[in-house]
T-cell receptor
Framework: AQTVTQSQPEMSVQEAETVTLSCTYD???????LFWYKQPPSRQMILVIR??????QNATENRFSVNFQKAAKSFSLKISDSQLGDAAMYFC???????????FGQGTRLTINP | DTAVSQTPKYLVTQMGNDKSIKCEQN?????MYWYKQDSKKFLKIMFS???????INETVPNRFSPKSPDKAHLNLHINSLELGDSAVYFC????????????FGPGTRLTVT
């Protein structure tokens, strides 16, 4: 069974600085997709970024980018120029091609210090 | 224009009661899901429906019964509520089964006393 591990329960960063959240996963599949979701205090789950395993290029969405290392099964999220609104729980998630469910990591709580 | 909506957002009830949570999506998606987020924030799939057909039932107690009257709606009925059912329940939808983005509703915080 696929598993997703986020080894950092909590992280903090100064406003305007860069922070990297770690995620590793375990799978025997070769074709799959990875996501980062953000859950602010409002509780809403918001998709931040998506990476297809067959793509070598790392996905980027404005200040958010990933470092996808397929061989190492690592999928970290980098947030540049951190803003107060980035404070949230961040979840890494995995889904196999043709699979029917997202598998989530335990989450990382990110605090932004002004 | 809420994409995935849930009602109610908060639900407080006593043990033994029966309650329902409703979910609707206006994205035209074929697949809908129920997830449970426990007190430690861990998210886990409960059910998935594709075109009104149940495709995932993730060893959830029989007291939980999903119903999908049409592709745009997926409701969750819970019988004989227990203290351990207290959690946040999220509805989500996606374009289809597989590697599609899942769009989540705002969640329903259920508290069983």
């Amino acid at each position: 069974a696929q598993t997703v591990t986020q080894s950092q329960p909590e992280m903090s960063v100064q406003e305007a600085e860069t922070v990297t959240l770690s995620c590793t996963y375990d799978t025997s599949e070769s074709d799959y997709y990875l996501f980062w979701y953000k859950q602010p205090p409002s509780r809403q789950m918001i998709l931040v970024i998506r990476q297809e395993a067959y793509k070598q290029q790392n996905a980027t969405e404005n200040r958010f980018s990933v470092n996808f290392q397929k061989a190492a099964k690592s999928f970290s999220l980098k947030i540049s120029d951190s803003q107060l609104g980035d404070a949230a729980m961040y979840f890494c998630a995995y889904i196999g091609q043709g699979a029917q469910k997202l598998v989530f990591g335990q989450g990382t709580r990110l605090t932004i210090n002004p | 224009d809420t994409a995935v909506s849930q009602t109610p957002k908060y639900l407080v009830t006593q043990m033994g009661n029966d309650k329902s949570i409703k979910c609707e999506q206006n994205l035209g998606h074929d697949t809908m899901y129920w997830y449970k987020q426990d007190s430690k924030k861990f998210l886990k799939i409960m059910f998935s429906y594709n075109n009104k057909e149940l495709i995932i039932n993730e060893t959830v107690p029989n007291r939980f019964s999903p119903k999908s009257p049409d592709k745009a709606h997926l409701n969750l009925h819970i019988n004989s509520l227990e203290l351990g059912d207290s959690a946040v329940y999220f509805c989500a939808s996606s374009q289809g089964v597989g590697a599609y983005e899942q769009y989540f509703g705002p969640g329903t915080r259920l508290t069983v006393t």
